[in-house]
């Protein structure tokens, strides 16, 4: 996967005939999500992270619902690069997409059965903003 292929889905994920491709497709986009291994990798996992609040906006909270767990290793780790922070900005909008789509209660108890330490950080970033 790479950068076209973020844009792909996302755009795929704008046509409610393609939903079932995009939501197929996640996993993939999910593996970007730990990929830092080249020079500019950051502008990726930023573009990866802004696309993701479009495709989750579009596919909608019930098709994406099944991959919210792939992406939450990913954007938390993201969420914390001090180095990069447009990536780290564009992770933390994500996590807070998600929390703001699923609902406060729903989302915690997702984050508590697959990471609690995560619950402090969310609350972190909601206080950031």
């Known amino acids: ?54 495709i989750l906006e579009n596919l909608g909270k019930k098709k994406f619902r099944a991959s919210v767990e792939l992406f939450l290793d990913p954007a938390f780790r993201t969420a914390k690069d001090l180095e990069h922070q447009g990536m780290a900005l564009a992770a933390q909008d994500f996590i807070l997409s998600l929390e703001k789509t699923y609902g406060q209660g729903i989302f915690k108890a997702i984050l508590e059965s697959h990471d609690e330490r995560y619950v402090a950080d969310l609350q972190r970033y909601k206080d950031a903003v």
Request: glycine content about 6%.
């Open 1 to 54: 996967m790479s950068d076209g292929s973020i844009f792909m889905i996302r755009e795929a994920s704008a046509l409610e005939d393609m939903h079932d491709f995009a939501a197929a497709n996640l996993e993939g986009l999910s593996d970007l999500g730990y990929v830092d291994s080249f020079k500019h990798y950051h502008f990726m996992k930023q573009n990866l992270f802004h696309s993701l609040i479009k």
